[in-house]
């Protein structure tokens, strides 16, 4: 199974800049699908952006042209750098991912979610 834990949130201007990280732990096997969402206050949790193993990504429209998602295969980790923030990106962010590992002598697959952390964008 698997763990995954945020670092990166803050509270910073308008047009400034915040890097998320999110690595995974535990008795991985593979992880497919990682990605980032948030919620901010009345609101559904919405898609940021996902990348898969390969490379692969998928951004929210809001969110072109000034955020990027990447990741390291090798540290089971995410990241996404996030430029030009505006009050509107102001939210509770959420790593998630599709994780993959051995578990009775079978592959298992699970979606987990990290714990939060809060972006706070100031106009």
């Known amino acids: 199974q698997g763990q995954l834990v945020e670092s990166g949130g803050g509270l910073v201007q308008a047009g400034g800049s915040l890097r998320l990280s999110c690595a995974a732990s535990?008795?991985?096997?593979?992880?497919?699908?990682m990605g980032w969402y948030r919620q901010a206050p009345g609101k559904q949790r919405e898609l940021v952006a996902a990348?898969?193993?390969?490379?692969?990504?998928n951004y929210a429209d809001s969110v072109k042209g000034r955020f990027t998602i990447s990741r390291d295969n090798a540290k089971n980790t995410v990241y996404l750098q996030m430029n030009s923030l505006k009050p509107e990106d102001t939210a509770v962010y959420y790593c998630?991912?599709?994780?993959?590992?051995?578990?009775?002598?079978?592959?298992?697959?699970?979606?987990?979610w990290g714990q939060g952390t809060q972006v706070t964008v100031s106009s």
């Open positions: 998630n991912a599709a994780v993959t590992y051995w578990r009775g002598g079978v592959l298992n697959t699970d979606d987990y």
């Open positions: 535990g008795s991985i096997f593979a992880i497919r699908t």
């Open positions: 990348i898969i193993s390969g490379g692969g990504t």
